[in-house]
């Protein structure tokens, strides 16, 4: 057993920034479309297209059929998808259905298929056009024969009819059994042709009518204190037209613009013709920037909305408009407008918008993003656009706080180059809030630099915006989120926490992967069409979410002997509470004993594991997780090996 002795010192250190732990959220890994957007079926608005190519050459192709097929056979129903009269401008395919027989219809794929819960009511909502039908609607949830939900709607009984007569249904159904990978059909009462569009299936329980419920649940147990959003590498698109425009989610949900999704083309190679197996990952924008406000404020998190200036994704592609045209003012324009949008009366164009989306009162923004995870070369001219977005930002909204980007790294030319960048301009108040720095690491990186901020500049402030561990030689992503991994971001983060003064925000990266979706592991919490699981590096982020003090308590470099052994620490102080809050790693695969130069009872959570590379699954969720014990300070604390432990008293 190893035994570090730590002196709790009643000398107040560095404000801690209150919300200083929040959220990374990007469409990456069906993280909203399949995730914590509630919506069940895939291509509701027959708009899907394929995407394909790779640098400077990539291309869609329409597949409005993608994820639906005839029930029960083709000799009974045939599908088109077409236009001509479309029901929205935005959307203009709808399907053409002609069937032959009642009973018969389309059913979506609904990625793994649909999963029901027993008791648990679901809402159906869609439009159809009748040229040639009297009958009815009826959808059912079927499984090998046996229907476990449906619900009838006569044709005649639609609402809000449109100029091109579409008309919309609204049905609910109450789940007679549970199910998984069951099939959604939506089916006739006798023959005929009928025109859908916009086909929609949710959950009765998500949160707001938008968040799938066990997703939004793991996130509220963090406490985030932000979200940034919505990413990522999709904010600027692997081309300029893929870029993510916030004003189209601006709309009612059937008149979004489609867009493909960026991570669509990701691994793209001329192994596989350049076309992944992702190829049909689409957006259909209804997790838009109204629904990420509403997220953050019903977890009570700030929202960081990221802009684009004009930039394809770097990584992808050198494609930008030019810093002296209308399309880049456009952009600088935009973002003035998000700041009417989230906090103008609602007799401004944009705080209109807000209200009659459902929000009167203002999403009280106060932070902004420029860019995504920009640098400057002789090609992009960021530090130029960054300088333009802040003067016209801060012209009219001088409050709102800007976060500037150093690149996609800490260790080359291009951090350093920003960091040039941030200091020239140091002197200028509110020119820059903070500086989001990005790091994905081998897990003893961050062991070794646990004292990286420790010499920073105190004038221009940071960001950590992305960062993990990546764990080396694992292929397999479900795997990938191991304990060592987890413990490793622990111990950096009792540096961030003691640097508080300099840095302001963390989040890890990224936040959601549905299973057999996957672009990018590790990842914080994993789920499939039902169920979810938090990693070890989620119960990391949960841990410090709730139980962040107010201001650290100096430890004089006594940390950096006790590292020597392995052993990570930071204390700081909750003023509110009066409690002292210790947080330690042991990253040894033997016990160690704390002995501190303070008595009377704490209270302490563990995170611990078998073995380093320790992972949770959905058989086995909880395998690396939480559990609390107490006991008395002088008699020491004894710390499992490889644990992660909160010590309150």
Not at 347 to 359: E, L, P
Not at 592 to 599: I, Q, V
Request: glycine share 8%.
């Amino acid at each position: 057993m190893i035994t570090t002795k730590i002196n709790v010192s009643n000398e107040t250190g560095v404000a801690i920034q209150d919300g200083m732990i929040g959220l990374f959220f990007e469409d990456i890994n069906y993280a909203a479309d399949g995730g914590l957007y509630a919506e069940m079926l895939e291509n509701r608005s027959f708009e899907f297209v394929k995407a394909t190519g790779d640098g400077k050459d990539f291309y869609t192709e329409y597949d409005g059929g993608y994820g639906w097929s005839v029930y029960p056979s083709q000799d009974q129903v045939s599908m088109k998808p077409v236009t001509g009269s479309p029901h929205t401008e935005e959307n203009p395919h709808y399907m053409r259905v002609s069937v032959g027989a009642a009973g018969a219809g389309i059913a979506n794929k609904a990625y793994d298929g649909i999963s029901l819960v027993k008791g648990e009511k679901y809402r159906v909502l869609f439009w159809a056009r009748t040229p040639r039908f009297d009958g009815s609607f009826s959808v059912k949830i079927v499984k090998n024969g046996v229907v476990y939900g449906e619900a009838t709607m006569e044709a005649s009984k639609g609402t809000d009819k449109t100029p091109s007569k579409f008309r919309k249904y609204e049905l609910e159904f109450t789940a007679t059994e549970s199910v998984k990978k069951a099939c959604f059909t939506l089916v006739l009462s006798e023959a005929g042709v009928v025109e859908f569009d916009y086909i929609s299936m949710f959950p009765m329980n998500a949160v707001c009518g938008v968040f799938r419920k066990d997703l939004y649940e793991k996130l509220e147990a963090i406490h985030p204190g932000f979200i940034r959003f919505p990413g990522g590498c999709i904010v600027e698109g692997a081309t300029l037209d893929n870029r993510y425009r916030y004003k189209d989610s601006l709309k009612p949900e059937w008149q979004r613009n489609h867009n493909w999704n960026r991570w669509a083309v990701h691994m793209n190679c001329p192994e596989n013709h350049f076309v992944s197996v992702y190829n049909h990952y689409n957006q259909t924008l209804g997790l838009g920037y109204y629904e990420y406000f509403l997220l953050c404020e019903k977890l009570g998190a700030k929202p960081l909305p990221v802009m684009n200036v004009g930039f394809a994704c770097q990584f992808q592609s050198d494609e930008l408009v030019a810093i002296d045209s209308p399309e880049f003012m456009q952009c600088v324009q935009d973002a003035i407008d998000l700041v009417e949008f989230a906090n103008g009366d609602v007799d401004t164009t944009w705080g209109s918008i807000r209200a009659r989306m459902g929000h009167p009162e203002p999403f009280g923004l106060t932070m902004m993003g420029i860019g995504n995870e920009q640098w400057q070369t002789e090609v992009c001219d960021f530090f130029e656009r960054y300088e333009i977005f802040e003067r016209e930002i801060h012209a009219k909204y001088p409050e709102v706080k800007l976060i500037g980007s150093a690149g996609p790294d800490v260790t080359s030319e291009r951090y350093t180059m920003a960091w040039d960048f941030y200091h020239r301009h140091e002197d200028e108040e509110s020119f820059v809030y903070a500086v989001d720095e990005h790091y994905y690491v081998r897990p003893q990186w961050l062991y070794d630099q646990v004292t990286f901020y420790d010499q920073y500049d105190r004038k221009v402030k940071v960001f950590a915006g992305e960062y993990a561990a990546h764990p080396e030689g694992i292929t397999d992503g479900t795997k990938a989120n191991i304990l060592e991994g987890a413990l490793a971001e622990a111990a950096f983060l009792t540096g961030v926490e003691r640097n508080a003064d300099v840095v302001l925000l963390a989040s890890y990266a990224p936040l959601f992967a549905r299973l057999g979706y996957v672009q990018w592991a590790p990842d914080m919490i994993w789920f499939d069409g039902d169920s979810s699981y938090g990693t070890p590096s989620y119960y990391v982020q949960m841990m410090y979410g709730n139980h962040m003090g107010t201001v650290t308590l100096k430890t004089n470099g006594e940390e950096k002997e006790a590292a020597k052994q392995g052993i990570y620490y930071g204390i700081s102080l909750n003023e509110r509470t009066g409690k002292v809050i210790l947080k330690v790693v042991n990253s040894n695969e033997c016990e160690a004993k704390l002995e501190l130069n303070k008595t009377g009872e704490y209270t302490a959570t563990v995170l611990t594991g078998a073995e380093k590379c320790s992972v949770n699954s959905l058989e086995n969720p909880t395998a690396v997780s939480p559990y609390g014990t107490f006991g008395k300070l002088e008699d020491g604390i004894v710390l499992p090996a490889l644990s992660f432990a909160v010590v309150e008293f």
